[in-house]
């Protein structure tokens, strides 16, 4: 293997966003080479229609959604292969009932696609994208005969040759440089992580389970201020699920002055993405697991919010 070239770990399901009750459809499509080089939305006045993809043999996927209708537009997105790849996916659904998907945005490494035909409606967003050593290799979904109702991803690790020597390192750290330090010190695995997010959309306290290598369970103080209910996070250790990554955004946030703060956090294992949890805005990063590699350990600042990690 050269250089440039890339081997794929274990595939990710993430998503779907939308809806997926009623008459609607699950649908799931990964060409077997993992490529795309085009995406054909078909759009009506008000959500969209059906989404198809092209693959790296040129072959049509089936229209997930309806076939065709009177008042359908068309929008198609040309991904130039093997430069371009695709990275990530925003969405925007009806924030009262979430009966179909409405604008959709797809990031490549090199750009991003989106049209606003319905920026007057009130919508929810989800937005995921990943760092360029990572890529979506398949979708998946809700759809009916009339519309597509969600839609979601399939995602590799890629691990190109300089990553395949797994060797100690710290990553990070991110954020600002206030708080106080703390370091949780190494284990053997992370079993369960708590994700306290405040009204102000920022990290305000994270607390850590770990494995120690005697196989004993010890819970970490939380880092941070913990009056928030956390989002809890599982890794199921026993069947082989393990923490590879990390990833989010850091910045100022309202009521911090000057004072930069993490504001979101993504957690990636072999087998799934939680998160993000926060405010996807400021100053991105990311650590890169190296294969068969994970995460044994934290350590950062805190003081009335996570400042770094």
């Not at 890339?6 to 609607?24: A, D, L, N, Q, R």
């Not at 080089?37 to 693959?55: L, N, P």
């Not at 065709?68 to 990275?87: A, C, F, K, R």
């Not at 409606?121 to 989800?126: A, L, N, V």
């Amino acid at each position: 293997m050269t250089k440039n070239e890339i081997s794929c770990e274990e595939e990710i399901e993430v998503g779907g966003w939308g809806w997926g009750g009623g008459e609607s459809q699950k649908w799931i499509y990964k060409p077997q080479d993992g490529i795309f080089t085009q995406i054909i939305v078909a759009y009506g006045d008000q959500c969209i229609k059906s989404i198809r993809f092209v693959d790296g043999s040129m072959e049509y996927s089936p229209h997930f959604g309806a076939a065709s209708s009177n008042d359908t537009n068309t929008q198609i997105i040309n991904i130039d292969h093997p430069e371009e790849y695709l990275i990530g996916v925003s969405v925007d659904f009806p924030s009262d009932v979430c009966i179909s998907v409405r604008p959709l945005r797809f990031h490549t490494n090199a750009r991003q696609y989106d049209w606003t035909q319905w920026s007057s409606y009130c919508c929810s967003s989800s937005n995921f994208q990943i760092d360029g050593r990572r890529r979506v290799v398949g979708f998946h979904g809700h759809a009916s005969s009339t519309r597509l109702h969600s839609i979601g991803v399939y995602v590799f690790n890629l691990v190109d040759d300089i990553f395949k020597d797994c060797v100690p390192r710290y990553p990070g750290p991110w954020g600002g440089c206030g708080g106080r330090h703390w370091d949780d010190g190494v284990f053997s695995a992370v079993k369960q992580i708590h994700v306290h997010v405040s009204d102000f959309v920022c990290i305000r306290g994270i607390q850590f389970e770990y494995l120690g290598r005697d196989g004993r369970s010890t819970w970490s103080p939380c880092h941070g201020a913990n009056f928030v209910k956390p989002e809890k996070i599982e890794i199921k250790c026993k069947e082989e699920e393990v923490l590879i990554g990390v990833a989010g955004f850091y910045g100022r946030v309202k009521g911090s002055g000057e004072i930069e703060v993490i504001k979101s956090l993504s957690f990636y294992t072999n087998k799934r993405l939680f998160g993000p949890y926060g405010d996807e805005n400021g100053n991105h990063f990311t650590s890169m697991a190296c294969r068969n590699g994970k995460v044994v350990g934290f350590r950062g600042s805190s003081g009335l919010h996570l400042e770094y990690v």
